[in-house]
């Protein structure tokens, strides 16, 4: 390991002192151009003409008039369903052999996005960049010396004769670059557990065994394998069994409700790195210290990325796409404008509607933070309330009551012939429910002008149920969610509520 830290921290050195290019835009078009060129000859892009389009004098300006933008629903019934059943050449050259499965919609128990080896190879590439990026943190020789620990989805995929499918994070961790796999952990036989509560109990064994320097995970899993570790060794803090623990990389959800929690098991400041992985590919990813954590979006990496404007222009009150919507380029956007993201990636996505909404924080240097989803939001009435304000106001919440609170979810309902907000909250001591309430409601107002708007008109209410925390991982585990990439939604509609009331129904039995 001594020899493999130096040559990663010269690798970092001497990538360091390569300019890096500035015109985000003439990339943008170069991964535009190469992904309709390899494309042009399958039955997406015969259909939709890409040989002409690469002809096209504005080659941009074609593909957005040709080739409509799309959801899961609507590009897997049209498409990607020949792909599942093992045709080749429908939306990407060659057979699909891998499917990612994400979050189900309310249609589908799960999503089956395809996954090709120009994807995994993106995803290499976008890993190995992160790394080299860690120059902006300064770390020593030594701290490279030290183990990645990866807490993800398993790599033993299920196959059913056509496909394999599974955590997006199971089919990557095995075609990592060897080198790297050199210094990761928890090793083949732990990767490939199917039983997340094994997989756990086996790292926790195995846990004083390694000198873990970086943690990569969602951070709801983080914390639970902290507190096993801390209490299996009867230990004060995680730094008591890896003392060189120092780097967190996460991704999936917001850390910041879970900061308050993972910090009082550590001896030490951690340094938190935010990553933007998403089942459609490596999106993002922090490359230097910044307050906001925002991540430096990959505009040379095998993607083309479209931004819409996520207001009432483009989306209806269910965060449902209007037609005639407005798409723009990289060189459109502005600051402090949420964009819902739409994206075309080497695996058969072309301007799919990945579901996320961002925010640009640093235009020059293409920063941005991922806000929401775009039916992950509540606007019973016109609040406009986004994950991100339901994070931040929950974390000021916390640190008021000197709580931790990382488990909460909101309900939108009718109330009294207006509307009202029913929040869940993880809580697992007493606490005067009404104070909380009050001082979530508080902080709501001051981060949301629509929203302290709406409570003196149509939004007439905020209720709160208190939950243990153990709560939201037990109906996770009753999805069969355990793990991986699986987080629990802040914003509770449709499929999802349905489950979580039933849920609920058993739950207080």
Known sequence: MPILGSIIKQAITIRGRIPARKNVYKQQLKQLNKLLSKAQFTSFGEYYGFSELLLNQDPLAAFKKKVPVSDYQSIFDLWWHRALKGEKDVCWPGKINYFALSSGTSTAASK?????????????????????????????????????????????????????????????????????????????????????????????????????????????????????????????????????????????????????????????????LDTYMASEGFIAYQERPNEQQAMKLMTDNSMFFEFIPFNEENFDGDGNLKPNNTTLDITQVNLNTDYALVLTNCAGAWRYLIGDTIRFTDLTRCEIIVTGRTRHFLSLCGEHLSVDNMNQAMMLTARDLNLNINEFCVVGTPNKGLFAHHWYVGVDKEIDKENLTEILDGYLKKLNDDYATERNHALNEVIVTLLPNQAFIDFLASKNKLGGQSKFPRVLKGKHLNEWNAFLENYNK
């Open 112 to 272: 089956h996005i395809p996954v090709t080896k120009d994807m995994i190879k993106a995803i290499q590439k976008g890993t190995i960049k992160q790394i080299l990026s860690t120059k902006h943190f300064n770390f020593s020789i030594k701290q490279y010396e030290t183990e990645a620990l990866f807490v993800g989805g398993s790599t033993n995929l299920n196959y059913n004769g056509t496909y394999f499918s599974g955590d997006l994070s199971g089919i990557t961790t095995g075609t990592q670059p060897r080198w790297f796999q050199n210094f990761s952990l928890p090793g083949p036989e732990i990767r490939s557990q199917t039983d997340w509560e094994k997989k756990l109990e086996d790292i926790v064994l195995n846990a004083k065994k390694w000198n873990v320097g970086f943690i990569c995970g969602v951070p709801a899993w983080i914390q639970i394998l902290f507190e096993r570790i801390i209490k299996h060794y009867n230990v004060k803090n995680i730094h008591d069994v890896w003392p060189n623990l120092a780097v967190f990389v996460h991704g999936g959800v917001s850390v910041q409700p879970y900061k308050n929690s993972i910090n009082a098991m550590c001896a030490k400041s951690l340094i938190y």
